[in-house]
């Protein structure tokens, strides 16, 4: 049983939906209980699971029917992959006899997570809680689990290191029945993810001004939902740095890999990330990347001056000055970490 609040988009969601994919059918039988039947994701979902809808907006109402349901399916494993869906299954499982195994997935880095101080203490000491109870935790990156060790007090032992999954037979697909969508007279960067402090587009913003200074011939389109309410702010750097004609924001993107196949650069500004799908993607489809060092594991997937450059989180010359000289880079473009196109089967436990 997978547990999800919605699929309104974020890389949890998309993370779920790549596992659901790609779990063996004659293996189990896949249950994805939402806490409410909403979200740009919903068209991903593939047609042979049985979906739940709790009806319940808010998680925390959620926590009855929950149980209810739990006791209703059986499963003999639940999956989390969301902070606050954890503590709600350590709550909705607390008091059940028959209790399944329960593997919870972190969806961000813990010590970026406390250095911008975006979890309350008595949320983490519930997290913790429920972390110290599940029989599994999916960190996404080798730091990352050393991550959970410190700052949760979490056995290392317990703590598996799983790459997310891409669900490259749909990649190939979506991206094999397009045409390009932009002008080929320009050179057009794509940035994508939910409209939110943490993606760094104002960073970004700041930056292509000064790209567009040096070279005229830039384009910055940027795919994403505003969930954060963030578009006034982007409106107003647009503006102060008058990018009105070179600057798009797409809005959400059914299918994005139209956009990444036939881009010239994909670019990553975020502050902090657990592990970007996009990045995955993008390499997947052997498009150039420039990225934040949001996390370790980057220094993994992109070589500096092969497939990609490196820049310090925030720092918009850097920013700046790699995206004008991407063109510069002289290796392969493909490169990815073979462990993350494995069918690797976590529920196995």
């Known amino acids: ?84 869906t954890h503590i709600a299954l350590y709550f909705s499982l607390k008091t059940l006899i028959k209790k399944p195994k329960t593997i919870l997935r972190m969806p961000s880095s813990p010590k970026l997570v406390f250095k911008y101080n ?32 410190k700052y949760h007090g979490i056995n290392k032992n317990k703590i598996e290191v799983f790459i997310n999954p891409l669900d ?85 993107q059914e299918n994005p890999y139209s956009f990444y196949k036939h881009c010239d650069l994909f670019v990553l500004s975020s502050r902090r990330e657990g592990l970007p799908n996009t990045v995955l993607e993008n390499l997947y489809l052997k498009k150039p990347v420039v990225a934040t060092r949001c996390i370790p594991f980057m220094e993994e997937l992109i070589k500096d001056g092969e497939n990609g450059f490196l820049v310090d989180v925030e720092n918009i010359e850097q920013l700046a000055n790699a995206i004008l000289n991407f063109k510069n880079l002289s290796g392969s473009r493909g490169f990815i970490n073979e462990s993350i196109l494995l069918n690797r089967d976590i529920f196995a436990i």
């Open 168 to 252: 490259t037979k749909m990649i190939d697909k979506k991206s094999s029945s397009t045409v390009s969508l932009f002008d080929k007279n320009y050179i057009n960067i794509v940035a994508s993810g939910r409209l939110s402090h943490e993606k760094g587009y104002d960073i970004l913003l700041k930056a292509f001004s000064k790209v567009y200074q040096k070279d005229s011939k830039y384009r910055l389109y940027i795919i994403g939902a505003d969930n954060a309410n963030e578009m006034d702010k982007y409106q107003e750097i647009i503006k102060e740095h008058s990018l009105y004609d070179v600057v798009k924001f797409l809005g959400f």
């Open 1 to 84: 049983m997978f547990y999800l609040p919605n699929l309104c988009g974020g890389g949890a969601e998309r993370v779920s939906i790549n596992i659901l994919n790609r779990l063996n059918r004659e293996k189990y039988e896949l249950h994805l209980v939402l806490g409410i039947m909403e979200g740009e994701a919903l068209h991903l979902l593939p047609q042979d699971i049985y979906v739940h809808n709790l009806d319940s907006a808010r998680t925390i109402y959620s926590l009855f029917k929950l149980r209810k349901k739990i006791k209703e399916i059986a499963p003999d494993i639940v999956f989390s992959s969301l902070y606050r």
């Open 118 to 149: 975006e979890m309350s203490r008595p949320f983490k000491i519930l997290l913790d809680m429920a972390l110290k109870k599940a029989d599994l935790i999916i960190a996404q990156t080798p730091e990352m689990r050393d991550e959970i060790c």
